[in-house]
């Protein structure tokens, strides 16, 4: 049985309880996204987007990832292809991004 | 969300403010996996045109929601009087005061956010009646602009889109 199963998710499949989050889930939650792999760069993104809601409380918003995280719009799209917003986010273990750029 | 969701924008106005809400829900757009098109007609061809692009403006006449108390003036409902606008530099200065609030909200420059979408896979075309009648060619426009098409093209490429016209 696999770790995610056991996890209480809303109709969106986004965590409900973003402490809940571990590596493990993110993996899983990438293969459901249609993400086989999650490379260094996927990680950096995550990272980023895990340690940005920590401090100000809300899912980023893409362009704070790409900004923040440095990771330029193409490369971001490339990794999260088909809707980076809510992937990353949804990966990640937050909810969807607060905010609209 | 249907897998192939599709939305066309129709940008007709070169006005800063029209310029943003293609900017904004295509962002969003392409944030959430659906294809993105962007369609420039007349006017809105500022917002792709190399030269204009960094100066769009926003005239306050005819903008009747545009409120002194907006400059932080204790005016009420009160709006900038039309007989004001006319005045040299009230056009440069209402452009200037939304461009500072554009930026308060994080939001970036147009050419910044154009650029933004089109590395997020947004497709990009200037209407070709358009582009005859204001003598313009592909140079004149930004990079990443596809191509110059017909009404008729742009029927073609969205067909099944979601159509927003601005």
Same mark, same amino acid.
């Given at each position: ?52 809601a ?7 918003t893409?362009r704070?990832?790409?900004n923040?995280a ?32 | ?16 403010? #029209?310029?943003? &809400?293609?900017?904004?829900? /295509?962002?969003?757009?392409?944030g959430n996996? !659906?294809?993105?098109?962007?369609? =420039? $007609?007349?006017w ?26 907006? #400059?932080?003036? &204790?005016?009420?409902?009160? /709006? ?6 006319? !005045?040299?530099?009230?056009?440069? =200065? $209402? ?7 554009i ?64």
């Open positions: 049985m696999s770790a995610l199963e056991t996890i209480e998710r809303n109709e969106e499949g986004f965590l409900v309880h973003p402490a809940d989050w571990t590596k493990e889930l993110a993996v899983e939650i990438a293969q459901e996204e249609g993400l086989d792999e999650l490379s260094e760069a996927h990680w950096k993104v995550i990272e980023f987007a895990r340690a940005n920590e401090s100000s409380g809300a899912s980023p893409l704070q990832i790409t923040g440095g990771v330029p719009t193409k490369e971001l799209f490339k990794l999260f292809p088909k809707g980076p917003a809510k992937k990353v986010a949804k990966i990640s273990g937050l909810g969807k991004p607060e905010g609209c750029v | 969300m249907s897998e192939d969701r599709h939305i066309a924008f129709i940008c007709s106005k070169g006005d800063l403010d #029209m310029a943003y &809400p293609a900017l904004v829900m /295509g962002w969003a757009a392409l996996g !659906i294809d993105v098109t962007i369609f =420039f $007609t007349f809105g061809m500022d917002i792709i045109n190399k030269k204009r692009q960094a100066h769009l403006e926003l005239s306050p006449i005819t903008k009747t929601s545009m409120k002194m108390s907006m #400059m932080g003036l &204790p005016t009420g409902n009160l /709006g900038i009087p039309n007989i004001l606008s006319i !005045i040299p530099g009230m056009t440069a =200065f $209402t452009s200037w005061f939304m461009k500072k609030k930026k308060d909200v994080g939001a970036p420059p147009v050419g910044e956010y154009l650029e933004m979408l089109i590395d997020g896979g947004a497709k990009l075309y200037a209407c070709k009646m358009s582009v005859d009648m204001f003598g313009l060619s592909m140079d004149d426009f930004v990079d990443g602009v596809e191509a110059i098409v017909t009404a008729g093209d742009f029927m073609d490429m969205t067909d099944g889109a979601q159509i927003i016209f601005i």
